[in-house]
């Protein structure tokens, strides 16, 4: 217990360092249909995006266009627990545009200052739910049903954290959740098979620990590797200890070992300057080419599990045209 606690300390502390750059309100979003409704003295709820910005009501500020401005004074965890205590109301973090954001009471160690009132958060990413889970399978796919037929096109990657929102397990196996995922919009009220998540404490605690690992710059190598090295001796039950172990074994330089599973056919490049490797990893010089958008490529192996690259998960792809080498898989259709 002292370890695991350890562990969050490290976490917060990081987070507190690292995510003090980035002041952007680019999360704020009209909030969803389903945004919560709160009950007589505040309602618990989970936070679903990794560095969701925290405000306050600025009382240095006139209101403008009848909107009330406020200021930003935080992050938030991915999984943090909220009590929201008011309703979603608009305002401006700009002075310009209008955004919605809920009142929830102040999280603890976060400072309100003297000009501030309260504090505020998007809700299009803050979740009443009855539990979190975490995606264990490499391709959990979504339904609009809790049916077998109706999926969706979208695969939820492994290591993903859900909320969810509907614990009954159908006669066929399914649960409903919502999540977020970095650069994406919410996705609220779909449907997964029970048998694809981990709802185990420390399965969801060592998620946290690796999307804060993977929200963190290149530079910042050595503070990722003692937060890996903290978790992997506290989580080790936890059904992503391998996840753990290997994104160390990336960062000091080591080869993870990876499974590779037959992909015969062709691909799209989404994106420009796409670097091809010689090895299924991301070392500094082991780049071999360049691909762009539109260019295809052969495949002819994938990695059979998913990996974490910065905010991205996705499989690593062998291909052998235009050039024989290694791809991300989040750069290819």
């Known amino acids: 217990m002292r370890r695991t606690l350890t562990i969050l300390l490290i976490v917060t502390?990081?987070?507190?360092?690292?995510?003090?750059?980035?002041?952007?309100?680019?999360?704020?979003?009209k909030g969803p249909a389903n945004a919560p409704v709160v009950q007589p003295g505040g309602t618990d709820a989970y936070v679903m995006l990794h560095g969701l910005n925290l405000w306050t009501r600025d009382l240095n500020k006139e209101p403008v266009d009848g909107l009330e401005q406020l200021k930003w004074i935080g992050t938030m965890t991915i999984a943090d627990r909220v009590t929201i205590i008011g309703d979603v109301d608009a305002y401006?973090?700009?002075?310009?545009?209008?955004?919605?954001?809920?009142?929830?009471?102040?999280?603890?160690?976060?400072?309100?200052?003297?000009?501030?009132?309260?504090?505020?958060?998007?809700?299009?990413?803050?979740?009443?739910?009855?539990?979190?889970?975490?995606?264990?399978?490499?391709?959990?796919?979504?339904?609009?049903?809790?049916?077998p037929v109706g999926a969706t096109k979208t695969v939820v990657p492994r290591g993903t954290i859900v909320a969810i929102v509907d614990g009954d397990i159908t006669p066929e196996g399914f649960v409903q959740i919502s999540y977020s995922l970095p650069k994406q919009n919410p996705v609220y009220d779909k449907w997964v098979m029970r048998s694809n998540l981990m709802l185990g404490t420390t399965d969801v605690q060592a998620a946290v620990v690796l999307h804060v690992v993977g929200s963190l710059a290149e530079g910042d190598k050595e503070?990722?590797?003692?937060?890996?090295?903290?978790?992997?001796?506290?989580?080790?039950?936890?059904?992503?200890?391998?996840?753990?172990?290997?994104?160390?074994?990336?960062?000091?330089?080591?080869?993870?070992p990876m499974d590779l599973v037959s992909e015969a056919g062709t691909m799209t490049v989404t994106k420009d300057l796409v670097r091809v490797r010689s090895a299924p990893d991301t070392s500094a010089d082991n780049v071999i080419g360049e691909l762009n958008t539109g260019d295809l490529v052969e495949v002819v192996e994938r990695s059979a599990k998913t990996v974490t690259v910065g905010s991205d998960t996705a499989h690593w792809y062998h291909i052998i045209s235009p050039v024989d080498g290694w791809v991300f898989g989040a750069f290819l259709e």
């Open 223 to 256: 503070r990722k590797i003692n937060i890996l090295e903290g978790a992997i001796d506290a989580y080790r039950a936890s059904g992503l200890i391998d996840d753990l172990n290997n994104a160390l074994l990336a960062l000091q330089g080591g080869a993870a």
């Open 92 to 147: 401006t973090t700009d002075g310009k545009n209008s955004v919605d954001y809920m009142p929830i009471e102040v999280p603890a160690g976060v400072k309100v200052p003297k000009d501030g009132d309260g504090a505020y958060i998007s809700p299009a990413y803050t979740l009443v739910a009855d539990q979190l889970a975490v995606v264990k399978d490499e391709k959990c796919v979504l339904y609009n049903d809790p049916k």
């Open 13 to 29: 502390a990081v987070l507190g360092f690292g995510m003090s750059c980035s002041k952007a309100g680019g999360e704020a979003v």
